[in-house]
């Protein structure tokens, strides 16, 4: 089980960005799917978390510029990002609940990370 995210790279202030994010692997179902952020020097922070539902909540590093959405029946996360600013450079990473083995268990997944950088 993995998660591959992509979609990062060079973006300029004001402009947008679509990351995504696809679970692959054998597993029997997904739960609740997140996109973080690290930027250097600072902690991990919560952008957005999105249930299987699609009910979403977001941290307070989205300030209403970045959306998270999914696709079940691709398995993959998204991450809408408009409006960038040199603040939102950082490496963005996603998260999921899967439920996979024998017997079937809930675990937690990361993806590897995709930098995005803002800058002019």
């Known amino acids: 089980v993995q998660l591959q995210a992509s979609g990062g790279g060079l973006v300029q202030p004001g402009g947008s960005l679509r990351l995504s994010c696809v679970a692959s692997g054998s597993f029997a179902a997904i739960n609740n799917m997140a996109w973080y952020r690290r930027a250097t020097g600072k902690g991990r922070e919560l952008i957005g978390r999105?249930?299987?539902?699609?009910?979403?909540v977001y941290g307070d590093s989205a300030q209403g510029r970045f959306t998270i959405s999914r696709d079940n029946a691709r398995n993959t996360v998204y991450l809408q990002m408009n409006n960038l600013i040199p603040e939102d450079t950082a490496v963005y990473y996603c998260?999921?609940?899967?439920?996979?083995?024998?017997?079937?268990?809930?675990?937690?997944?990361w993806g590897q990370g995709t930098l995005v950088t803002v800058s002019s």
């Open positions: 999105i249930s299987h539902s699609g009910s979403a």
């Open positions: 998260n999921a609940d899967l439920l996979s083995g024998q017997p079937p268990r809930w675990s937690n997944y």
